[in-house]
Structure formats: structure tokens, C-alpha cells
């Protein structure tokens, strides 16, 4: 049972830093692309700018953590039935 927690945990970091990742490279591309228009919201500037400064790392460790956690669990669960 701990074992699949911990499964679950690697997985959800991983697609974590995928979604990071993701934000990061689209707001280093093209900087207003999630600016609103009549509007300033300063929580999503300020998460903007946190993927953006990050986006670069969050992908070479996430991609990876999510797919290795991913496989491992998929054999675990073959294993186990």
C-alpha cells in the first residue's frame, strides 16, 4: 500500500513540473500570451513569471519523473494481479 503512495506521489511531482514546464515555455515564447486584456491579476503574473524563470529545469527533471514513475507503477500493477 505505501508503495503505490509513493507512486502516486512521484507521478503527480512529475506531471506537476510538466504543467510547469509547459506555462514556462509558452511565457518565454510570447510574453503576453497570459495577460488579460480589461484586467491585471497579480497571482497569475506572479505564477507566469515563477514557470518562466524555472521552465527550463521543471522539464528535464519532470519529464522523466513522470515517466519512469508511470512505468513503474504500470509493472506493479501487472505484477500484482
Given at each position: 500500500m505505501k508503495a503505490r503512495k509513493s507512486?502516486?506521489?512521484?507521478i503527480?511531482?512529475?506531471a506537476l513540473l510538466i504543467v510547469?514546464?509547459?506555462v514556462g515555455l509558452i511565457a518565454a515564447r510570447d510574453p503576453g500570451a497570459?495577460?488579460?486584456n480589461h484586467r491585471y491579476?497579480?497571482?497569475l503574473e506572479q505564477f507566469v513569471s515563477f514557470c518562466a524563470a524555472i521552465w527550463?529545469?521543471?522539464g528535464?527533471?519532470?519529464f522523466p519523473l513522470f515517466l519512469i514513475s508511470l512505468i513503474i507503477s504500470l509493472i506493479r500493477?501487472?505484477?500484482s494481479k
Open positions: 507512486g502516486a506521489v512521484c503527480f511531482v512529475g510547469i514546464f509547459a497570459f495577460q488579460l491579476d497579480y497571482s527550463l529545469p521543471a528535464i527533471i519532470g500493477e501487472g505484477k
